[in-house]
């Protein structure tokens, strides 16, 4: 039976990466052994390395004056990296409250200097994106903070705010899903194990000058100076995982870049919102229609009893990844990049059917 894979993260991967990973997993460009294997000081992973970083700028036509590093630790150590870094003396660090990993981020930057919180829909259970236009960054901000998808409460950004101070963006759920203008953001961090590879590693896309703004008493390991400084390799990094970002940006060239991966997610998006809006509330998605997000789809049945029992039929169907977030319960569809139309047709024509039969 084929499976279909719909977990929010770690999440599927494209095919074609994954069956070229196999391939060269145990000879990569005829040397004998693995890529993981290898030196990261070798010739071999330079190249790489070079070409993961390369495929990034041209994808993301990211500006010369920033730099794409490779950080361990996932978006969870850039909640605290960015404050870290970032914050100055005397100087909010100022956030929008979307959803669980926003506060996470908020409750990091407390330890490190004064927070404010100018945006959130937390009273309303995080059902909706605040108006970016209503959101107004004070200037001299160290900084200000979204969080561009949410995936426990399926909602995202739309468009964004204007800031005069640097804008960071926690892009892990939505990063390459679409064209993004790069030059707004001051910084930009994901969790690889979405959209760009496995788990393990944070890509981050920094502006040259805030790379060099942390002060002197950051450990040397967690600042981003270390990093742009020495091409991600001051120590040994998450070799293989950079790697695997190097096959999924291929991927993503070869899909013919972000214009056709946003119309692809745009199309499987609006099939699956079309199955629920059309269900006669069998099923309810509780986002505002202005906030839906296209890379993770929430919904809620009648009763939990029928939501455990949907979760339950959707893997005796080859439906994997489907159980909402502990934290929230219901249902959830992480339709990534990788997650194919044929998937989407096929998670439909389940809904439908389970439907009928209760």
Same mark, same amino acid.
């Given at each position: ?35 993981? *294997? ?68 908020? +409750? ?95 890509? $981050?896309?920094? @502006? ?51 214009? $056709? ?43 939990? *009893? ?6 339950? *039929? ?8 489907? +159980? ?7 249902? @959830? ?21 389970? @439907?009928?039969?209760?």
């Amino acid at each position: 039976m084929k499976v279909y894979n719909f977990n929010a993260g770690p999440a599927m991967l494209p095919a074609a990466v994954m069956e070229r990973a196999q391939k060269e997993f145990c000879n990569y460009a005829d040397s004998g052994c693995g890529i993981m *294997e290898h030196s990261h000081r070798h010739k071999i992973f330079e190249a790489v390395l070079n070409r993961a970083n390369e495929n990034i700028r041209e994808i993301m036509n990211v500006p010369e004056n920033y730099d794409i590093v490779y950080i361990q630790g996932g978006a969870s150590m850039q909640f605290a990296m960015v404050p870290m870094n970032l914050a100055l003396p005397g100087k909010p660090m100022e956030f929008a409250d979307t959803g669980t990993w926003s506060s996470k981020a908020i +409750k990091e930057a407390k330890l490190f200097g004064e927070v404010k919180v100018i945006a959130s829909s937390k009273e309303d259970k995080y059902t909706y994106i605040p108006d970016p236009a209503s959101m107004h960054p004070s200037d001299d901000a160290s900084f200000f903070h979204i969080t561009s998808n949410n995936t426990i409460f399926g909602t995202q950004y739309q468009s964004f705010p204007e800031c005069k101070c640097p804008m960071v963006a926690d892009m892990s759920s939505d990063i390459m899903s679409r064209p993004v203008d790069v030059s707004k953001f001051g910084l930009i961090y994901a969790g690889a194990q979405k959209n760009l590879g496995p788990a393990g590693l944070a890509v $981050v896309i920094i @502006r040259k000058d805030l790379a060099e703004r942390n002060p002197a008493n950051v450990p040397t390991i967690l600042r981003y100076s270390t990093y742009t400084q020495n091409n991600s390799l001051y120590n040994t990094p998450p070799t293989f995982g950079i790697y695997m970002v190097s096959l999924v940006t291929d991927w993503v060239k070869d899909q013919g870049g972000l214009t $056709v991966i946003e119309a692809n997610n745009s199309k499987k998006a609006e099939m699956l919102y079309a199955a629920i809006d059309a269900s006669e509330g069998f099923y309810r998605n509780p986002v505002k229609a202005d906030s839906r997000s296209k890379m993770n789809v929430i919904w809620r049945l009648p009763t939990e *009893e029928l939501e455990a029992e949907f979760v339950k *039929e959707s893997v005796a169907a080859g439906m994997l990844g489907l +159980k909402g977030h502990r934290s929230v319960g219901g249902i @959830r569809a992480s339709i990534y990049n990788a997650v194919t139309l044929e998937g989407v047709e096929k998670l439909v024509d389940f809904m439908e059917k389970f @439907r009928k039969n209760h």
